[in-house]
């Protein structure tokens, strides 16, 4: 069974910072990309950042570039979301998802976290 356990949200205030944390935990074969989306309420599910763990290759879409930069610790299986220059509208419950294979025989999968709730405000 895989499992993605994030951590390291809060209430931070604006202009501040926050990085987010996600463990891909379970049996694990190989990880192809790892990446964050967040959902505001009323909103859609919105991509925030990703990265491809062999190359190193990141995505960011250009509400965050800028202020925020995705990490991968291969070794621990765990990705990083550092949050800078935060802003009000960047509150929302952030997801962690990564591509799995859980052997060598298996598909990639999607997997989700919980999700972490980020909120910026005075």
């Known amino acids: 069974q895989v499992q993605l356990v994030e951590s390291g949200g809060g209430l931070v205030q604006p202009g501040g910072s926050l990085r987010l944390s996600c463990r891909a935990t379970?049996?694990?074969?190989?990880?192809?990309?790892m990446g964050w989306y967040r959902q505001a309420p009323g909103k859609q599910r919105e991509f925030v950042a990703a990265?491809?763990?062999?190359?190193?290759?990141?995505n960011y879409p250009s509400s965050v570039k800028g202020r925020f930069t995705i990490s991968m610790d291969n070794a621990k299986n765990t990705t990083y979301l550092q949050m800078n220059s935060l802003k009000p509208e960047d509150t929302a419950v952030y997801y962690c998802?990564?591509?799995?294979?859980?052997?060598?025989?298996?598909?990639?999968?999607?997997?989700w976290g919980q999700g972490t709730q980020v909120t910026v405000s005075s």
């Open positions: 379970g049996t694990i074969f190989s990880i192809t990309v």
């Open positions: 998802n990564a591509d799995i294979q859980r052997d060598n025989r298996d598909v990639a999968r999607r997997y």
């Open positions: 990265i491809a763990t062999g190359v190193g290759t990141t």
